[in-house]
Nanobody, 122 residues
């Protein structure tokens, strides 16, 4: 089983930027699809961004297109989420996860991190 640890969250003003990292250990993530999800208080976990095992394909939720960028460095066993032009509605706990195949459905992911909190507020 892969262990995932997210980092990089914090408090940021609207319009600001954050870069989240997801460090994997235990097993390589080089042959897995990766995804970022988020969950705000009182809401269901929602898909944010995904990336294929090779990094050649990326896909995003409509709400973050043009603002967020997912990337991966398989040599470092790490996945990133660059978040720009942040909005208050981006406030949530952010999670990274692994899947056998690219998917926007949380139920298709098998290993999850504990999350990192992002708060967008003046």
């Amino acid at each position: 089983q892969v262990q995932l640890v997210e980092s990089g969250g914090g408090l940021v003003q609207p319009g600001g930027s954050l870069r989240l990292s997801c460090a994997a250990s235990g097993r390589t993530i080089g042959r897995t699809a990766m995804g970022w999800f988020r969950q705000a208080p009182g809401k269901e976990r929602e898909f944010v961004a995904g990336i294929t095992w090779s990094g050649g394909g990326t896909y995003y939720a409509d709400s973050v297109k043009g603002r967020f960028t997912i990337s991966r460095d398989n040599a470092k066993n790490t996945v990133y989420l660059q978040m720009n032009s942040l909005k208050p509605e981006d406030t949530a706990d952010y999670y990274c996860a692994t899947a056998l195949y690219p998917s926007i459905r949380a139920r298709d992911y098998d290993s999850w991190g504990q999350g990192t909190q992002v708060t967008v507020s003046a």
